[in-house]
């Protein structure tokens, strides 16, 4: 009898959860592109119904909208809705109902769909991102079937922002996404960055369109992010995101940095992504028909934009893409993420700091007996809380090469006198800010210097959390 009782329970779970699967099931299937009942074998419209099919795949195109932008579903509306909820239900678990909201309502613009810009769009679509602007002038071609992310040999000689948008359809046909085959350029301008985007992303390879792009943006108030050197890398472990002042060892990115600042003068601010490896190879030789090498200037199509060939290993610019667009998600949904800061310190350098804290503990206290931290702590401290300059410069306008250099004017000293020279209780001064910190009090530096005393004390606070230490 009770053999026979588990056999029904097991039976009615069975049926349960195929209901489950079918009522899923006739969901997604309701929600693809109507079909025509003419339609011949296969995927294409009988001639007779060519343009029925065309005007039904429009209107659920628009129906597929969720920007709110365009009068569409709300991004809390659409996560509602059981499919999409399921279909996110990891970024919900992750981020929470409300910040996924935020990923859903969002609308993010792409330009530039390469081996980058596929994999950083393709990511953020998955992700929930409700509104996609894509933009590219360029077609599919066979020779990048090798890093980009949804194209095919079909979609070879079509625009990369079609093919984007015929594939991305078919994942999160929720998603409002519009095509433009279109070279950002002054005139494009205005039809590519209005519309208030919450994020633009910058995948472009050429300089010229990126410095113009990256300047209307901080221009216009708009966050965005660009992509710096992809090709001729194969390191992934070197893949950084900071701010374009810190991206010293990339070619393209200082090039871009030097125009910015020479035509715009902007110094900073905009976070790039970019490899701390240098480049493994260079532009090929251009060869013409003949196969003899000529000049690439006589077969530029648009002017300024790269002919000769980098060699690109296609799982370097998927990453950055990756990249790109796990920064811009966690940005819209608030979510906090702390980069590891672009410091190139080696172990004599952390070696040299703990002994100098051990020599300044005994000559102010007569004691190191209250240093408890090891060259690996100094590690942290120095690298992960105040990226390898001092604490009273966070902000300083003197990175980029500044951020590579030794530490010859640095010291670790206690924040609180009265507290052990802990990982939660250490700052990293030059050596005439230390002496004037050790003369003051905390209660002076919190009244006559607010915003450095909570600056410091927030990021003490991160250490203690991660550490665990007093």
């Known amino acids: 009898m009770e053999q026979r009782a588990k056999c029904v329970a097991l039976v009615g779970a069975g049926v349960v959860l195929g209901s489950m699967s079918t009522f899923f099931l006739l969901e997604l299937l309701s929600r693809q592109v109507l079909v025509c009942p003419l339609l011949s074998q296969g995927n294409t419209c009988n001639p007779k119904c060519n343009d029925l099919c065309g005007a039904i795949r429009q209107e659920v195109s628009v129906a597929c909208s969720t920007s709110d932008r365009n009068d569409g579903i709300r991004g809390s509306d659409l996560l509602k809705d059981e499919i999409v909820s399921e279909q996110l239900t990891r970024n919900i678990q992750f981020f929470g109902f409300e910040s996924q909201t935020k990923v859903t309502a969002s609308y993010v613009v792409v330009i530039g769909l390469g081996g980058v810009g596929s994999h950083a769009a393709s990511m953020l679509l998955r992700s929930g991102v409700g509104r996609l602007l894509l933009v590219d002038f360029d077609q599919v071609s066979v020779s990048s079937l090798n890093r980009h992310a949804v194209a095919t040999r079909a979609d070879v000689g079509i625009p990369k922002a079609e093919c984007l948008k015929k594939h991305f359809s078919s994942i999160f046909p929720e998603c409002s996404i519009e095509a433009k085959v279109l070279l950002y350029d002054n005139l494009s301008e205005e039809e590519i960055l209005s519309g208030h985007p919450d994020f633009v992303l910058d995948c472009i390879d050429n300089i010229d369109t990126k410095v113009a792009l990256l300047a209307a943006c901080v221009r216009r108030g708009l966050k965005v992010l660009s992509a710096t050197g992809a090709g001729a890398r194969a390191d992934p472990s070197r893949i950084r995101v900071a701010d374009l002042r810190e991206s010293t060892n990339d070619p ?26 240098k480049p493994k190879a260079k532009l090929l030789p251009f060869k013409g028909p003949s196969g003899e090498e000529e000049n690439p200037s006589d077969y530029q199509i648009v002017p300024g934009f790269r002919v000769r060939i980098i060699p690109v290993l296609g799982t370097i610019p998927a990453i950055f893409g990756q990249v790109m667009a796990s920064y811009v998600v966690t940005q819209l949904a608030g979510f906090q993420v702390e980069m590891e800061p672009v410091v190139n310190l080696d172990t004599e350098h952390y070696q040299m700091l703990h002994q100098r804290l051990i020599e300044h503990e005994e000559s102010l206290y007569g004691t ?7 060259v690996e702590e100094v590690k942290y401290i120095v690298k992960e809380l105040w990226h390898g300059r001092s604490a009273r410069e966070p902000y300083a306008k003197d990175v980029g090469r500044g951020m590579w250099r030794a530490v010859n004017e640095l010291m670790l000293v206690r924040w609180d006198s009265e507290k052990p020279a802990s990982v939660s209780n250490l700052i990293l001064l030059k050596f005439m800010e230390a002496d004037e910190h050790e003369s003051r009090t905390l209660d002076d530096i919190k009244e006559k210097e607010p915003e450095f005393f909570q600056t410091v004390t927030t990021v003490l606070k991160r250490a203690q959390l991660e550490f665990g230490s007093e």
């Open 368 to 374: 190191a007996m209250q240093v408890q931290v090891d």
């Open 252 to 277: 393209l990115s200082r090039s871009v940095r030097h125009r910015l600042r020479k035509h715009h003068g902007i110094e900073g601010g905009i976070p790039v992504v970019f490899s701390l490896e």
